[in-house]
């Protein structure tokens, strides 16, 4: 009885480390758009071991684990960071990029759906120029607060 115990003890972390692993890799993860900005520290750099985890133009909100919220109606994507990126034909060229989400919801959302929840959002805007490049860009208040508040 002893020995089936340590058993279970050893192999539950294992079916759980395998079941979590297996369903995130059934999502279709995305190459996120190539920015035009080359500044020298980029989120996902490693300084002396140390990965980045924000940078230039992205704004650090605490959440304490609240929601947020599809702004209109779109779809999310993630990237191999697990970012999560929303794009809607309503916000054309625009792309809302937030990371650090837990259990973000992949594929088509209406407006006020939840995308997420997250401890500290971090949150980027990106516009996509006539050229095809993308920027990150100032977001407008009014999207931010429709991203934290449910409609």
């Known amino acids: 009885m002893t020995n089936l115990i340590g058993l279970t003890r050893m192999v539950m972390p294992a079916i759980v480390v395998l079941t979590l692993t297996a369903c995130q890799t059934a999502q279709q993860v995305i190459k996120p758009p190539e920015l035009h900005q080359k500044w020298e520290l980029q989120a ?4 002396a071991g140390y990965e980045v985890i924000s940078g230039l133009g992205e704004l650090s909100l605490e959440l304490q684990g609240k929601a947020v919220y599809a702004p209109v109606r779109g779809k999310t994507s993630i990237d191999a960071r697990n970012c999560v990126y929303f794009e809607s034909p309503e916000i054309p060229n625009y792309q809302f990029r937030l990371c650090s989400l837990h259990n973000p919801h992949i594929g088509p959302l209406r407006q006020g759906e939840e995308i997420g929840t997250a401890n500290q959002l971090r949150f980027a805007a990106l516009r996509q120029h006539p050229s095809g490049k993308w920027a ?10 429709k991203i934290l508040k449910s409609s």
Request: charged share 35%.
């Open 44 to 47: 996902g750099d490693r300084i």
């Open 136 to 145: 990150i860009v100032e977001p407008s208040k009014q999207i931010l607060e």
